[in-house]
């Protein structure tokens, strides 16, 4: 060992004996994380198993890549893949700017009592779960006595059943994932932004920027590095269509444009009890959301920007 | 010092961690004295029974626990200790009993269990389930004669039994009910035929049979399943849910049968026509609450819902004071055929006695004497005079829900649950209804195949897939996004995605199970009924 290495490994050391409690605090999170996400993980190997829950994860008998094959061979995989892509990427697209915008929106206000109320207000849907949520959404797009169709009689238009037709559902779901999870989404951009240097903005009010150019050549720059960060750990997520949103608003009316991987690894997977092809499904997701998260993350690097890594 | 105090912290974190991801909780398994001398049970020594139990509000050390023990210790002649066993929720329940039975120390002597068809095959070739026969014979008297040949038949294997039934539906639990009220009002006479229904239901939507002066009502409603619209399909001997027998002898899915588009295209215009609540094509729907709110003329239910005590009968009965909802006979159809949709008879919960237990024939005499008529009654409802009192003959109860389930009230349901008179909360004329729903559901379960076999391959592997195009075809065509055409399409789409595979298999399963039948029928004449 080279004496600066020696010296590098003692004065690592150094730091960790000096703040040592603080590592020991650090110890439970890690422990946990390690029990309940890496020790669970050799549960991967049944994907390549036909597991039978008597003889256990060791014993089941190994099939290869027989439940990929079944998943793929699915006749409407084609369907269910595009969909979970299409519902996963309008909510990127819609969804990802939308909090941002909101925090910009908020960082602006200058009446403290109001900017605070507003917020609470904004972060109450993300508290509600998907089950409180969709039973509010269907009461309010009830075709009988629903309060959006109530307007619609109101107005002399005929009565709307959101729920089972085909070109709203989507956009249903999109709009509604907004509307839970923009509020929350801007802490972390609000954090980010009462980083900001106040000189900048200073120095753009002298160079004569208004508000909006301000937000634009100050605040947004300022903040890039965290929209990056996001955007690369939403895109790991492209095949997270939301699994408890879609199963509990969808039916079989727009199963053609709503069914995705995860509620069909629900029907087939755990309700007909085949653990391996749910296993084998969720594998086949994480593979992809790497190669996305590696892929954006390499491009964010080389645009000269930090990436997760 | 300072090392002493880091190593008491980092002990202190892994203790609690470890205590965490332990199992302590309070209905962890004690290990049954099977094979250990000091509880050797002497003749008429004490007897110990563990349980597994899922129903109810698994209250412990309940009164309901008490008075079950009183009980049986008077029967028996000695005393009974009841050592229950609370199950998780439905999500785990079955990994946990997976747990119990890979023991014989963690068995317990009575073991509950559902949809673990696989499981229970298992647990019969490892030889830790009790062959019931014998004892049935000698202390099963309550259970053989409650439970029919047919559905005993379920539970029979070559000659042995390794389990009960532990809760089967009213054979026939369901009937057309309709606003008699409303009938009365539009001076309408009470339909028989299809055809009838059909004008009725029309004239509920658009003649104000409410007479508020508001088009505020529909015709027909029910949950989303395909059993709420058992008055159109069964009119033409159609389930779309089953196998069904055709008149060449063979078994065809019922989806797939020719009169199925005639149904659909009838159900397609009464949902034009605003008829059909266009809820029900969602399963967010209720049929329950809006039987309550009362704004549906008519609906396939459950035949409970008409007994006085029933809360969304109450709940009814509080908005519409003067509503009343009638049972009718099922609905004729074109061909002269009518039925009631019928339950399997099977049951989909069973009670096996294990080989951890010492004595099985005592444990045999438990589970008699809990499906006896005064046992299940008091399980169920407690004590008459204190708990409840009959007026009338209409059930009438003295406690509230809490204290129900402070009392343990249900704690052994699905133990060999009787669904006769011993359910007293059942009305004079429900328990009738029931008894004539078991005929009017015969002629349907004289064509419909219900499986004995869980070893069925190709509906396991294909099922789920052929389920999801049945459901957004069928639904498609009803709310009108899809046209009646597309039935033909389905049912070329049906048997090309495993379809034909499935049909082959019930084939070949329906010739086995008649020799089965026929086999179990003799068996049942020579070892059950001179016994009973």
Redesign the interface.
């Known amino acids: 060992m080279t004496s600066h290495a020696k010296s590098l490994s003692s004065s690592r050391w150094k730091h960790v004996k000096r703040d040592?409690y603080l590592y020991?605090l650090l110890?439970?999170g890690l422990?946990?994380i390690f029990?309940f996400k890496y020790v669970p993980m050799y549960g991967i190997i049944i994907a390549f198993k036909e597991y039978n829950?008597?003889l256990g994860v060791f014993e089941s008998p190994w099939v290869g890549f027989k439940q990929f094959e079944r998943l793929f061979r699915?006749?409407?995989f084609i369907t269910i893949f595009r969909n979970t892509f299409l519902i996963s990427l309008y909510k990127l697209i819609f969804g990802f700017p939308a909090p941002i915008i909101l925090a910009l929106l908020l960082n602006e206000l200058r009446n403290g009592f109001f900017k605070r109320f507003t917020q609470s207000v904004l972060y109450l849907p993300h508290f509600l779960s998907w089950v409180i949520f969709t039973g509010i959404i269907?009461a309010f797009l009830?075709?009988?006595d629903g309060l959006v169709n109530y307007i619609l009689l109101a107005l002399d238009m005929k009565p709307i059943?959101f729920?089972?037709?085909?070109d709203y559902f989507r956009t249903l779901l999109v709009s509604t994932h907004i509307y839970k999870e923009m509020g929350w989404g801007t802490i972390i951009y609000l954090a980010a932004m009462s980083g900001v240097n106040p000189d900048l903005y200073e120095a753009a009010r002298v160079d004569g920027a208004n508000k909006f150019k301000q937000m634009w050549h100050v605040t947004i720059p300022s903040i890039r590095s965290v929209i990056y960060i996001l955007l690369i750990l939403d895109l790991g997520g492209i095949l997270e269509a939301g699994f408890m949103q879609v199963f509990l608003l969808y039916?079989?009316?727009v199963?053609?444009v709503a069914?995705i991987i995860d509620t069909y690894v629900y029907?087939?997977g755990i309700?007909?009890a085949?653990y391996s092809l749910a296993t084998a499904a969720g594998l086949f997701k994480s593979v992809i959301a790497l190669v996305l998260i590696y892929t954006a993350n390499k491009i964010v690097q080389k645009s000269g920007n930090n990436g997760l890594w | 010092m300072r090392l002493r105090k880091t190593g008491l912290i980092v002990l202190t974190l892994l203790g609690t961690m470890v205590v965490a991801c332990s199992n302590t909780s309070g209905d962890a398994i004690k290990p049954t004295d099977a094979g250990s001398n000091d509880s050797s049970v002497e003749a008429k020594g004490p007897l110990r029974v563990s349980i597994t139990l899922m129903g109810g509000p698994k209250t412990p050390d309940s009164w309901v626990e008490k008075a079950l023990e009183e009980d049986l210790s008077n029967h028996l002649g000695r005393k009974v200790d009841m050592e229950n066993i609370f199950l998780p929720g439905w999500s785990d329940f079955q990994t946990k009993l997976n747990l119990m039975m890979g023991d014989r120390k963690s068995m317990p002597h009575i073991l509950w269990h559902s949809g673990m068809e696989k499981e229970y095959n298992n647990w019969i070739k490892a030889d830790v389930l009790v062959d019931l026969v014998p004892y049935l014979q000698q202390y099963g008297q309550n259970i053989t004669n409650y439970y029919t040949e047919d559905t005993l038949f379920y539970s029979w294997e070559d000659g042995h039994m390794f389990r009960l039934p532990g809760d089967v539906a009213e054979l026939g639990s369901m009937t057309t009910m309709l606003r008699k009220d409303w009938l009365d009002n539009l001076n309408l006479s009470t339909p028989t035929t299809l055809d009838q229904y059909v004008e009725v239901l029309r004239a509920f939507t658009h003649s104000d049979p409410d007479q508020n002066g508001k088009k505020d009502t529909f015709g027909f409603v029910g949950d989303h399943d395909w059993r709420a619209f058992a008055p159109f399909f069964y009119a033409y001997g159609v389930d779309v849910e089953q196998f069904i027998v055709q008149e060449d002898g063979t078994v065809k899915f019922g989806a797939t049968m020719p009169q199925v588009k005639e149904i659909l295209k009838l159900l397609q215009d009464l949902y034009a026509e605003g008829v059909i609540d266009p809820r029900m094509v969602t399963p967010n729907v209720s049929a329950g609450d809006l039987f309550a709110e009362g704004k549906v003329g008519a609906l396939y239910y459950w035949v409970s819902f008409l007994n006085e005590g029933h809360p969304k009968q109450m709940s009814f009965k509080e908005i519409n004071p003067n509503g009343q909802y009638i049972a009718l006979e099922p609905m004729t159809g074109p061909n002269g055929f009518s039925a009631d949709v019928p339950s399997d008879g099977k049951g989909w919960s069973f009670v096996s006695v294990t080989s951890a237990a010492e004595e099985p024939d005592a444990v045999v005499q438990v589970l008699n004497r809990m499906a006896s008529k005064e046992t299940n009654t008091l399980l169920k409802f407690g004590k008459e005079g204190e708990h409840y009192k009959l007026d009338n003959g209409v059930f009438v109860n003295l406690i509230s829900e809490d204290e129900g389930k402070q009392l343990g009230l249900d704690n052994y349901t699905w133990i060999i649950t009787r669904k006769d008179e011993a359910n007293i909360k059942n009305t004079p004329e429900v328990i009738q209804l029931y008894e004539r729903r078991v005929q009017t559901s015969q002629p349907m379960r004289d064509k419909i195949v219900f499986f004995k076999s869980s070893n069925r391959t190709q509906w396991d592997e294909y099922s789920a897939d052929l389920m999801k195009l049945r459901d957004e075809t069928f639904y498609g065509i009803i709310a009108g996004n899809l046209d009646i055409s597309t039935f033909d399409s389905f049912v070329e789409r049906f048997y090309k995605q495993g379809g034909k595979q499935v049909e082959e298999e019930a084939n070949l399963l329906y010739g086995t199970q008649r020799e089965e039948r026929e086999q179990f029928s003799a068996w049942y004449k020579e070892h059950i009924e001179p016994f009973k």
């Not at chain 1, 729920?163 to 085909?166: H, S």
């Open positions: 040592r020991l110890l439970p422990l946990t029990l829950i008597l699915t006749p409407d269907v009830n075709p009988v059943n729920m089972i037709i085909p039916n079989p009316l199963y053609e069914d029907r087939v309700q007909s085949n």
